[in-house]
């Protein structure tokens, strides 16, 4: 059984940093492609960024391009999500997805997705 466990969220003041992990089990994690999404109240999911089952490919959205860092750790089982500069605007639950498919993961069709994590950030 897939599971993706996701912590690190939390309140932060703008400007701050976090550092979100998913913690993956019940599939080969080096074979998925993985992938953060976010949502806030009154809006749609988005893709924040992704990362290919290897690391050498990464995609960010282009809101946060130059302030979020992708990355996975192979050995753990686990990907990281490193938030710079954190702004109000960045307020949401943040949610971690895999998929065999780096297509899938990227067009908001992964085969399973975590429970979530609330990153709230004041201003």
């Known amino acids: 059984q897939v599971q993706l466990v996701e912590s690190g969220g939390g309140l932060v003041q703008a400007g701050g940093s976090l550092r979100l992990s998913c913690a993956a089990s019940?599939?080969?994690?080096?074979?998925?492609?993985m992938g953060w999404y976010r949502q806030a109240p009154g809006y749609q999911r988005e893709l924040v960024a992704a990362?290919?089952?290897?690391?050498?490919?990464?995609r960010y959205a282009d809101s946060v391009e130059g302030r979020f860092t992708i990355s996975r750790d192979n050995a753990k089982n686990t990907v990281y999500l490193l938030m710079n500069s954190l702004k109000p605007e960045d307020t949401a639950v943040y949610y971690c997805?895999?998929?065999?498919?780096?297509?899938?993961?990227?067009?908001?069709?992964?085969?399973?997705w975590g429970q979530g994590t609330q990153v709230t950030v004041s201003s």
């Open positions: 990362i290919s089952n290897g690391g050498r490919s990464t």
């Open positions: 019940g599939f080969i994690f080096s074979f998925n492609a």
């Open positions: 997805v895999t998929a065999r498919s780096w297509l899938d993961v990227t067009t908001a069709r992964p085969s399973n």
